[in-house]
Antibody
Framework: QVRLQESGPGLVKPSETLSLTCTVS??????????WSWIRQHPGKGLEWIGY???????SNNPSLSSRVSMSVDTSKNQFSLKMTSVTAADTAVYYC?????????????WGQGTLVAVSS | ENVLTQSPATLSLSPGERATLSCRAS???????LAWYQQRPGQAPRLLIY???SRATGIPDRFSGSGSGTDFTLTISRLEPEDFAVYFC?????????FGQGTKVEIK
């Protein structure tokens, strides 16, 4: 069973950089047609896909966030990470990491439990 | 961007009733890349249906998906107490994912 676990600060100051890491267990991040993704959910709202990174390091981001988002992967630690620059209160949300499954028409079949990130001074 | 619009926003039903949730896309969804998720309060979303109509592992057969092109439906044949939750549809196309805004199924 694949498990994902987000980690990182729960509080970030405005204009600073949000950094989160997702640790994957129960399967290798370095194989298969899987798209390791970040998704966020504003309080009481819907889901917003942020972007994905493939094990090769190739990425794709939501155009609405693209200029502020970067992602990286560390296959030796079975982890991938998100950085979002110049955050504002509008970036306060629960951030999930998830696996996009390219074998089954690209659903997110495994999710982390989510981590709440608040942007506040 | 392929915008997904879910209706209704809220569905008030009793246990044992049938629930029909709609998801309409602004553009045709590529190759049936349409999925449905259930989210209970305080939990991460859980995959129910992928590829329009395939149930994910461990999902009961009272959940079914259908549709094509721009119109998709999630049906719950007989609501169980644990099915009262929020449901999201999601599509994949051109290396991007988008989600609908959700339908809340609440107890009447």
């Amino acid at each position: 069973q694949v498990r994902l676990q987000e980690s990182g600060p729960g509080l970030v100051k405005p204009s600073e950089t949000l950094s989160l890491t997702c640790t994957v267990s129960g399967g290798s991040i370095n194989s298969g047609a899987y798209y390791w993704s970040w998704i966020r959910q504003h309080p009481g709202k819907g889901l917003e896909w942020i972007g994905y990174i493939y094990h090769s390091g190739s990425t794709s981001n939501n155009p609405s966030l693209s200029s502020r988002v970067s992602m990286s992967v560390d296959t030796s630690k079975n982890q991938f990470s998100l950085k979002m620059t110049s955050v504002t209160a509008a970036d306060t949300a629960v951030y999930y990491c998830a696996r996009g499954n390219g074998y089954n028409n690209f659903p997110f079949d495994f999710w982390g439990q989510g981590t709440l990130v608040a942007v506040s001074s | 961007e392929n915008v997904l619009t879910q209706s209704p926003a809220t569905l008030s039903l009793s246990p044992g009733e049938r629930a029909t949730l709609s998801c309409r896309a602004s553009q045709s969804v590529s190759s049936g890349h349409l999925a449905w998720y259930q989210q209970r309060p305080g939990q991460a979303p859980r995959l129910l249906i992928y590829a329009t109509s395939s149930r994910a592992t461990g999902i009961p057969d009272r959940f079914s998906g259908s549709g094509s092109g721009t119109d998709f439906t999630l049906t719950i044949s007989r609501l169980e107490p644990e099915d009262f939750a929020v449901y999201f549809c999601q599509q994949f196309g051109r290396s991007t994912w988008t989600f609908g805004q959700g339908t809340k199924v609440e107890i009447k």
